[in-house]
């Protein structure tokens, strides 16, 4: 069974500085991973799928890595701005069958200005 | 504007009622989703469906219903016979197996 951890829980940064959030997944045959952000009482707004082909994906000042073999992957966020605050959240889709995706309970960040 | 639509935002029933949260999509993806996201928890799967007519069960189905009669629609029944229904729902949808869509979610409060 897949189980996807993200630490930490929460992270108060400095408005300006670079800023790295961590999933961690315990089954390696994935089909693809996602990250998403959620602010609060809303839905989920994709950020980047990175398919396991792959390594990394970047979209602006977002850079994500991908280790399936270590079972991690990193969201780096460039120069934290107050508008970033929101809870970071990765999904992982298993391979083979329904490719069922499991979600971490997510990284609640704070960019203070 | 492509995108998937949940209503209603805010949805109150008392115990004993079943209630039915709308989901439609136009970003013309075969497969659909139904979540449950409660305080502390990861978001958890309770239906989805890969093609028109035909849907399968996910991890915490129990109490709940749905169908699939058409492509962008995907509609939700929490019925009495869920033991805890307040949460926070969200639908999604894909190609399959690609990259997740989500809708704005509806709170559901029973009372």
């Known amino acids: 069974k897949q189980e996807v951890t993200q630490i930490p829980a929460a992270l108060s940064v400095p408005e300006g500085e670079n800023l790295v959030l961590n999933c961690s997944f315990t089954?390696?045959?994935?089909?693809?991973l996602q990250w998403f952000r959620q602010d609060p009482g809303k839905g989920l707004t994709s950020l980047l799928l990175i398919q396991s082909s792959q390594r990394e994906q970047t979209s602006g000042r977002l850079n994500a890595s991908l280790d399936k073999s270590s079972g991690r992957s990193t969201l780096y966020i460039a120069a934290s701005q107050p508008g970033d605050s929101a809870t970071y959240l990765c999904a992982v889709r298993n391979s083979g069958g329904y490719q069922k995706v499991t979600f971490g309970i997510g990284t609640k960040l704070q960019v203070i200005p | 504007d492509g995108g998937i639509t949940q209503s209603p935002k805010y949805l109150f029933r008392k115990e004993g009622q079943n209630v039915t949260l709308s989901c439609e999509q136009n970003l013309n993806h075969d497969a659909m989703y139904w979540y449950r996201q409660d305080p502390g928890q990861g978001l958890r799967l309770i239906y989805y469906?890969?093609?028109?007519?035909?849907?399968q069960k996910g991890d915490i189905a129990e109490g709940y219903s749905v169908s699939r009669e058409k492509k962008e629609s995907f509609p939700l029944t929490v019925t009495s016979a869920q033991k805890n229904p307040t949460a926070f729902y969200l639908c999604a949808s894909s190609y399959t197996g690609d990259e997740q869509y989500f809708g704005p979610g509806t709170r559901l409060t029973v009372t």
């Open positions: 469906s890969q093609i028109v007519n035909d849907f």
């Open positions: 089954d390696s045959a994935i089909y693809n």
